[in-house]
């Protein structure tokens, strides 16, 4: 949102054309491409009218922001996770409001609720949402060195998380819309990966409806020292744990 939309209404052309030109790549080598539209930064002209904090504010400008990167983007994009995570206190019409832009179009929409806040005000956006988006926090210090009683424990709290939001949205596909595996360790971080990697197979053996999985960060860099890929591009650990792993269907 800060680089792409700088000053009120108005996109920024070279971030617009840096991002259809990734939109190209990533259609050139058969990559769909899902948008988060609202993860942490806001535009300084934005925060400077309040921000978030401000539900008038917030109300008034966000839902201009989806309706422009709609127009933009939209036929580009494969679906939508709006928010990486809804802010709790958000007013309700702006998500109503992000769902009616978004409705009908060619992608899923997915809301986005935070594992460790529980799930139990999810039932106020069933109708309004394709998806049920579940971000999963590591629950490991990124600078331990983690047991495996530690890599059980956390990936039974994962387990336990998407069996609270399967409860609280029956029938409603759910996917881990975000979950990062930082670690000072690019082995343990692996590790990380992989126990995650058994966490999602069993619930789908078991049953749940989990389709999509988003790890963040996929490329180091200056604020996320460990990725997917480092910044040469060079696959990580975690990488090979996440590659390694079936795909949830045959259309994944």
């Not at 971000?135 to 983690?146: G, H, K, Q, W």
């Not at 995650?196 to 996929?218: Q, R």
């Not at 490329?219 to 079936?246: C, M, T, V």
Request: glycine letters at 10%.
């Amino acid at each position: 949102w800060a680089r792409l939309q700088p000053k009120p209404g108005e996109f920024s052309g070279d971030w617009a054309e840096r991002y259809e030109n990734m939109l190209d790549a990533a259609e050139a080598i058969g990559i769909n491409v899902w948008a988060t539209m609202y993860d942490d930064g806001v535009p300084k002209w934005f925060d400077n009218e309040g921000g978030l904090d401000d539900d008038e504010n917030f109300v008034r400008w966000w839902p201009r922001w989806v309706e422009r990167v709609a127009d933009r983007f939209g036929d580009r994009l494969d679906g939508w996770v709006p928010f990486a995570v809804i802010p709790k206190d958000a007013p309700r019409r702006v998500w109503t409001d992000t769902w009616e832009i978004l409705r009908g179009g060619d992608g899923p929409v997915a809301a986005s609720l935070q594992a460790r806040d529980g799930f139990g005000g999810v039932t106020s956006l069933v109708g309004e949402m394709d998806l049920l988006g579940v971000a999963l926090d590591t629950l490991i210090d990124d600078e331990a060195e983690p047991t495996d009683d530690d890599l059980r424990l956390a990936g039974e709290r994962w387990e336990q998380a998407l069996h609270d939001a399967a409860g609280a949205v029956d029938g409603t596909t759910l996917i881990v819309s975000e979950f990062t595996p930082h670690h000072v360790d690019p082995d343990v971080g692996g590790r990380l990966v992989e126990r995650f990697v058994d966490v999602v197979d069993g619930a789908i053996a078991g049953g749940l409806d989990v389709s999509t999985c988003f790890l963040d960060p996929a490329i180091a860099g200056p604020d996320f020292p460990l990725g997917l890929f480092d910044r040469d591009r060079a696959p990580q650990p975690s990488a090979d744990a996440y590659f390694a792993a079936p795909p949830a269907t045959d259309d994944d």
